[in-house]
C-alpha cells in the first residue's frame, strides 16, 4: 500500500479540516494537502522526469511545505530523503551523493551552500527552493493524478544516521515498515481523531515527521511553529489556539518547558500527549514534568532502523498507582511495542535472562530493509535475522527495558563495567545540578577513568566534594567519577541528544 493513500483518504472524507497549518494560520485543508502533493508528484515527472524509485532530498528546517512535498514524494511513488537541516552543506552534499538523489527541495536558509550541487553530484539535476513561485507551480500542477501503484516492500524513506562514528548510513524504510510505525502509534502510543494536532517543534527530518503520518491518516492538522523550531513561549501560545495537541520532543525540551515563567498559562485541556524520546528522561526530570502538566507524557525507544517502534511507556504506565516500583519504571523505556520482539543478546548473541546487561536486539515488520548501499553494515547489523541496536540494557522480571547506554558509551575501568547513566541518574539528584553527562577519560594503570561534566542551575555554585558524597552515599566506589568539570553548557546535536563523542574529544585535547 502507498503511504500516500492515507492522505487521498482523509482528503476524500474530511477535505474542508485544517490539513498544514503554519502557526495559527491554516495553510492547506485536506483537499488541499492532497491537491498540493498529487500536483508535486506529477510536476516532479512531467517538468524532471522523475520515475517511480527515484529519490528526491529533502534538505529543509521545519516548513509547512515539507508534508504536502513528503506525501508529494510518495503519491509519485518516489523515495523521500530527508536531511538533517543542521548539518554541514559537505556533510549534505555527500548524503545526495550517496542516495543519487535526482531533485533535493531546500529551504531559504539553506539554499546558498546548496544550490550549485548539481555541477557537483553527477546524479542530481536541480536543487529547488520553497517559499518560490517554481513550488508553488509545482504544488498547483495541472497533471495530477492518483497515487502510484508501490509494491509494500518499496522504499518510501532513506533514514540517514547521525554518523557519529564514521560516515552516515542510509536506513531502507519501506512502505509497509512506515504503515507499521503507523498503526503502532494507534495501538501503544494514542488514538488520533480529525479535531486533533501534531505541533511540529522538533526536526521534521527526524521523529516529528514520522510521526505526522498517524495525523495524517486521521485527518489532524500538522502545525508547524512560525519560528520553526522549539521556544517554549510559542509552544504555550500555540496549544491555546489548537486543541487536541500533541507533539515530538526531545527530553531537553521537557525539560526547558517545565522550567520556563509561562508554564502556569498552558491550557492543559488542550495538551493531549507529549511523546518523548532520543535520549535519556531522568526520573527526577519526569516527576517534575508531570508535577507541572500531569500524565500527558509517553515515552518511546526507537532508532532511524526501527522507527520510533521498539519499546514504549504509555501515558497510564507515568501514573503512580502506589505499588512498589514506579521510579524504577519511570526510569526505564517501558514495554515491548505490540508487534516486534525485543531481547537482550550477549557477544555471541545468545539471549540473556532478566537482570543482565547486554545488547538490545529487535526482530519484526518495523525493522529496516537494510542500509542503502552497504551490504557489510546490512549484513552485521540484521546478522541472524536480528537487529542488533548497538544499545545497551536489561530486562527486569515484569518485561521493563531499562537502557543503560551506547555501547560505545560503556566505560571499562580496571575491568568493571561502568554504565554512565547510573551515575548520571545519582548526580541529577542534586539540588544545584541542572545538566550531567558522564564519560570515560584514558588512564594509564586502569583503562578508562569515570568523569562526569556538570553544568549547574542557574545561580548555583557546585561543590565537587558534595557531588563525591553523594555518590559514595548512593553507588560503588569504583562508580564514582574521579574528576568534576563544571561547565556552562553540554555539546548537543539537533535533536537535543548530548554528544558524547564531542565531549571525549574537549576533554582528551585539553589533557
Known amino acids: 500500500m502507498n503511504l500516500a493513500l492515507l492522505l487521498a483518504r482523509a482528503a476524500a472524507s474530511f477535505g474542508d479540516r485544517p490539513a498544514v497549518s503554519e502557526g495559527v494560520d491554516v495553510r492547506l485543508d485536506y483537499a488541499g494537502f492532497a491537491r498540493a502533493a498529487a500536483g508535486f508528484a506529477a510536476g516532479l515527472a512531467d517538468d524532471y522526469g522523475l520515475r517511480p524509485g527515484d529519490r528526491v532530498a529533502l534538505a529543509m528546517s521545519n516548513s509547512w511545505e515539507f508534508m504536502p512535498c513528503l506525501l508529494g514524494c510518495w503519491w509519485g511513488g518516489f523515495a523521500a530523503v530527508p536531511v538533517n537541516a543542521k548539518l554541514h552543506p559537505r556533510e549534505i552534499a555527500w548524503i545526495l551523493g550517496n542516495a543519487g538523489a535526482r531533485v533535493c ?8 551552500g546548496l544550490i550549485d550541487l548539481p555541477a557537483t553530484i553527477a546524479t542530481l539535476d536541480r536543487v529547488l527552493v520553497t517559499e518560490t513561485p517554481e513550488i508553488a507551480a509545482l504544488f498547483c500542477h495541472a497533471g495530477a493524478a492518483a497515487p502510484a501503484a508501490v509494491a509494500s516492500g518499496d522504499l ?36 488520533v481523531s480529525p479535531g486533533d494536532c501534531i505541533l511540529h517543534c522538533a526536526p521534521m527530518s527526524h521523529g516529528s515527521g514520522l510521526y505526522g503520518l498517524p495525523h495524517v491518516a486521521k485527518a489532524a492538522n500538522q502545525v508547524v511553529p512560525a519560528s520553526g523550531g522549539f521556544d517554549p513561549g510559542e509552544w504555550i501560545d500555540l496549544v491555546g489556539r489548537w486543541p487536541g495537541a500533541s507533539c515530538f520532543f526531545a527530553p531537553t525540551m521537557v525539560n526547558r518547558l517545565v522550567a520556563h515563567e509561562g508554564i502556569g498559562r498552558v491550557r492543559i485541556d488542550h495538551v493531549k500527549t507529549i511523546v518523548y524520546g532520543g535520549g535519556p528522561m531522568y526520573v527526577a526530570d519526569m516527576k517534575a514534568a508531570l508535577a507541572r502538566l500531569g500524565p500527558c507524557f509517553a515515552q518511546i525507544y526507537g532508532q532511524g532502523e526501527a522507527p520510533m517502534t521498539i519499546t514504549g511507556l504509555p501515558k497510564w504506565l507515568h501514573v503512580d498507582d502506589g505499588r512498589t516500583g514506579f521510579d524504577a519504571r519511570l526510569g526505564s ?9 525485543v531481547r537482550i543478546v550477549g557477544p ?5 535472562p532478566p537482570g543482565e546487561a547486554g545488547e538490545v536486539a529487535v526482530r519484526g515488520p ?14 552485521d547489523a540484521l546478522r541472524g535475522g536480528w537487529l542488533h541496536t548497538g544499545d545497551v540494557g536489561r530486562f527486569d522480571d515484569q518485561g521493563y527495558l531499562t537502557l543503560l547506554d551506547r555501547s560505545k558509551d560503556l566505560i571499562i575501568s580496571g575491568g568493571s563495567n561502568i554504565y554512565p547513566r547510573e551515575v548520571e541518574e545519582v548526580l541529577l539528584t542534586h539540588p544545584d545540578v541542572a545538566e550531567v553527562s558522564v564519560i570515560g577519560r584514558p588512564h594509564a594503570d586502569w583503562g578508562e577513568e569515570v568523569v562526569a561534566v556538570v553544568v549547574p542551575r542557574t545561580g548555583a555554585r557546585l561543590d565537587p566534594r558534595s557531588l563525591d558524597a553523594l555518590c559514595l552515599e548512593r553507588i560503588a566506589r569504583f562508580k564514582r567519577p574521579k574528576d568534576y568539570l563544571v561547565v556552562d553548557a553540554l555539546p548537543k546535536n539537533n535533536y537535543g541528544k548530548v554528544l558524547k563523542t564531542e565531549l571525549r574529544r574537549q576533554l582528551n585535547g585539553a589533557d
Open 366 to 379: 518495523i525493522v529496516m530493509s537494510g542500509y542503502w548501499r552497504n551490504e557489510a553494515a546490512t549484513a
Open 156 to 191: 518510501a524513506w532513506l533514514f540517514y544516521t547521525s554518523g557519529t562514528t564514521g560516515r552516515p548510513k542510509g536506513a531502507m524504510l519501506s512502505h509497509a515498515t512506515l504503515l507499521n510505525m503507523v498503526m503502532n502509534y494507534f495501538g501503544d502510543v494514542d488514538a
Open 105 to 112: 527541495v531546500v529551504t531559504p536558509d539553506l539554499a546558498d
Open 333 to 341: 523505556v517501558g514495554l515491548a511495542r505490540t508487534d516486534v520482539e
Open 348 to 352: 555471541d548473541d545468545r539471549p540473556l
